[in-house]
């Protein structure tokens, strides 16, 4: 079986995917293996007939032609991409590139210019430096440089300094020459211990949202009507025009939902400080490389969301905003670069005392933490203001009408007292007049308006019930655990005989082997209210130590190097993606 590289941590979207909305549609999907990373694809059809089935099968058909095509051509490994290449030419060589890395590169520099270069492709010495790359994170090569450390320490302050100088991303230059094109790589070059080190470029940070740029421009081309695109749970493309597509935002610091966000536009992304990161001394460093300083961004930022018009886009402009403060971000989002990028809302977390900080331009932001507070900004003439706002701003209305109720009770209660007996000190409690007939409506009033609050506030913050936990391997749901019987249902004859079950106390254990020697593998475990993934054979092991247990619907624990996914799943059910 094929191993991947890269682990995607877990659910940094919550998606509420919508599918065809007719009794008379036609749904297809699949499941694409592509940048260390799946990629999931959702194709709908207002009418069933043969026409739109034919059509989805060749849209899937041209998309995997697609995917595998950017795979090799913008790969920083394989010795056949056209990054590859490049990182291994000689100074100021001119390397050939294919047309689809021409268009990917020309998107990358669109980005740079935009963010002044926070977004910088040139940063892959460092990332390679810090352990960040594929190479070092994963293992895809061999190679060995000087650089490289087996403690988990931090690299050497003078390798940090003359990898900066590398970052040379704006002295590439771009060619066209006859329908062909070419990059040119810089003169610079930087001497550390007697090896010289040359310009390298890496379009991990890009390459999954313009690869979904594409397979988008090929579902429209067979006229598909509505659908999405899911790249490694960290980005979405919506296909039609759907306003009722809305993401949930996770939490941070411990997995739980932290914001929705409604009426999602076309393309949506998310960068983190949680996904990769190692710790050394009892400091996190994320994988996020700030070119300026050389170091993992240390700006505070936990983890940007952008809305925009390309899912490229967005992917280069929440990688460069995670190396902003929040209001470098609040001047960009407000600024023309983001306009004429197709920035259409950004939303940042920043930690904030004991509570996390949520700063955003969009009014549609609906904050489901009560360890978050909403910062609303505007910017004039250069000034950003902040205003905060609570998402819990509901209990300060029920607590008005629990006031209101004490207020008009006790007023009765006097103004009877008043009426009935204004001058006797022992005026008899039943002779108060508390159940007149206007009286009686107030009060059934009052009640009505507190009971529709609470039952307002229940159907705002109802979710699906969690029904069953299915887990899907190499994009095959294999199996799927039952919440309600308590057992294990095994679905793919494919990989029943790789599923080994241990059922004790009550308590499930499913490990899922990926190789004949069963030296690579997932160990899940099922208990009552979670689901956890208990261990893992793949480098770094991050399934298992970050963010990993499954507690509600729509979460997801995703094995990236194993191509496995747990995913919680609500009584609405899921469709299997082939």
């Given at each position: ?9 877990i ?36 009418e ?17 032609t697609?995917?595998?095509k ?27 590139i ?25 940063v ?6 810090w ?56 003169e ?33 081309k ?62 996190n ?73 949520v700063y ?14 909403k ?16 998402g ?20 009765a209660v ?16 039943k ?37 069953r936990?299915e ?27 790789r ?80």
């Open positions: 079986m094929k191993k991947i590289g890269f682990l995607i941590l659910l940094v979207l919550g998606t509420c995917l919508v599918g065809c909305k007719t009794t008379d549609g036609y749904e297809d999907g699949r499941t694409f293996m592509a940048f260390g990373t799946l990629v999931e694809v959702t194709l709908c059809f207002d069933d007939n043969a026409t739109n089935r034919s059509a989805a099968e060749n849209a899937f058909a041209e998309m995997k697609v995917i595998d950017l795979e090799v051509c913008l790969s920083a490994d394989d010795v056949n991409g056209d990054a590859a290449r490049f990182n291994a030419a000689d100074a100021g060589e001119k390397v050939r294919d047309p689809l890395t021409a268009e990917c590169f020309k998107t990358a520099q669109t980005v740079f210019n935009a963010t002044d270069g926070a977004y910088n492709p040139a892959y010495n460092l990332v390679d430096l352990g960040f790359s594929a190479r070092r994170w994963e293992g895809t090569t061999d190679v060995v440089y000087p650089y490289d450390r087996d403690d988990g320490s931090v690299p050497q302050q003078k390798y940090i300094d003359a990898f900066i100088l590398l970052a040379d991303f704006e002295n590439i230059v771009f060619s066209e020459d006859g329908g062909e094109f070419y990059l040119k790589k810089p610079t070059t930087v001497t550390v211990d007697g090896q010289v080190y040359t310009v390298k470029i890496d379009f991990g940070g890009i390459c999954k949202g313009f690869a979904t740029d594409k397979l988008k421009a090929i579902a429209e067979y006229g598909v009507d509505k659908g999405n695109i899911v790249s490694g749970m960290s980005s979405v493309t919506y296909l039609g025009n759907d306003a009722d597509n809305a993401v949930d935002l996770v939490n941070p610091v411990d997995g739980s939902v932290l914001l929705t966000k409604n009426n999602v536009g076309k393309s949506i992304s998310v960068s983190g400080d949680y996904q990769r990161f190692f710790t050394y001394e009892g400091r460093y994320c994988h996020i490389i700030d070119a300026s300083t050389g170091y993992p961004t240390e700006t505070g930022a936990r983890t940007v969301f952008a809305e925009c018009d390309s899912a490229a886009v967005c992917d280069g402009v929440t990688t460069a905003l995670m190396t902003f403060d929040a209001t470098k971000i609040a001047l960009f989002a407000d600024g023309e670069a983001a306009k004429t990028l197709g920035v259409r809302s950004v939303i940042s977390v920043f930690e904030k005392g004991a509570k996390l900080g955003t331009n969009s009014p549609e932001v609906k904050i489901k933490s009560s360890n978050a507070v910062y609303s900004f505007t910017v004039d003439g250069g000034e950003v203001s902040f205003t905060g706002q609570s819990y701003g509901w209990l300060w209305g029920v607590a008005a009408a629990i006031a209101i109720i004490a207020v008009v009770v006790a007023l006097k103004n009877g007292k008043k009426k009935d007996d204004i001058s006797s000190k022992s005026a008899d409690f002779t108060l007049k508390f159940f007149k007939p206007f009286d009686v409506v107030l009060y059934v009033a009052v009640v009505v308006v507190v009971a529709g609050v609470f039952v307002g506030v229940g159907v705002a913050f109802k979710s699906e019930e969690w029904s936990t887990v899907w391997c190499e994009g095959v749901m294999a199996c799927y655990f039952d919440n309600e019987t308590r057992r294990l249902v095994v679905l793919s004859n494919d990989w029943a005989e599923l080994a079950v241990d059922e004790k106390d009550g308590v499930t254990t499913l490990t899922v082997h990926f190789d004949d020697e069963k030296t690579e593998f997932n160990k899940i475990l099922f208990e009552e209210g979670k689901v956890t993934m208990l261990d893992s054979s793949c480098r770094g092991r991050d399934c298992v130590k970050a963010a990993n247990t499954v507690t509600r619907a729509n979460q997801i624990v995703i094995c990236m190097p194993h191509a496995l996914k747990v995913a919680g799943v609500g009584n609405s059910g899921n469709k299997e993606v082939r």
